[in-house]
């Protein structure tokens, strides 16, 4: 039995089962772990969401912000962008769907974290927020996982999309405690000291803007002897010189690669991705 920790689908279908046949994956014996993002920008978001949804007891899946942003389509909800709509023509599919209730009901189940304790990781998106302990992450994930199951999910949805606030404040209540959790499970990148985020930035690590870091790079980061895998930040490449940091998402959407983590021996194993951007 194996358990492989996958980088971000977003919607390349064949890359996944190219990479499923690499690691001969056989269902009932092996195990995936996948950083969200699953669908938007590839070719096939409704059949990567569909593969997906068909191995479902055989995964454990956290949610990305692209995930969110389906959910948020289904609720009716579309973010603006410079007074106008954003197109969303590559998930359109999956909303215009037969079997969209099914897909969409299960990944609105899923959390933004997910602990591994037998190999001492934890999983989520973006990263794991550097001034937080593991026991307070899952805490705050599983507070917005227990809204989006419940009939506050409209609710969430309707207040899900902005940049405020950047930072954490325990007496943070309502929509605005909820958008910051998911801030930093899902969009994290740039951090600074107050523990801030920084959106605007998704380049590498040494254009991080003036006074802003790569968050784990932060000089308090805590949880340094659990291994953190997350997905979400492309420009990587996979590429973190950190002890038990593994970044997963090898861009493979943009024409790179889709790669999968084995836990047992930290084997990689890659599937180079023809498809870019559509």
Known sequence: MSTYAVGDLQGCLEAFNCLLEEIAFTPGKDRLLLAGDLVARGPDSLGTLRRVYALRDHLHCVLGNHDLHLLALAHGVTPHK??????????????????????????????????????NVVLTHAGLPPLWALADAETRAREVSTILQSDQAQH?????????????????????????ITNYF????????????????????????????????HPQRQNQDVKILFGHWAALDGDVPHQNIEALDTGCVWGGALTALRLEDGQLFTCTCANEES
Do not use: C
Request: proline share 7%; glycine share 8%; no cysteine.
């Open 186 to 217: 899902t969009r994290m990148r740039f951090i600074n000291l107050q523990g801030e985020l920084e959106f605007a930035s998704k380049g590498e690590v040494n254009k991080a803007p003036t006074g802003y870091f790569p968050w784990f790079e």
């Open 82 to 119: 410079d007074g106008k709509k954003k197109k969303d023509t590559d998930l359109q599919s999956i909303l215009d769907a037969p079997d969209r209730d099914a897909l969409l009901g299960w990944l609105q189940q899923q959390p933004l974290l997910h602990r591994e304790p037998e190999f």
């Open 156 to 180: 969430f949805f309707d207040h899900m999309y902005g940049d405020k606030p950047t930072g954490w404040h325990d007496d943070l209540q309502g929509p605005d405690r909820w958008r910051v």
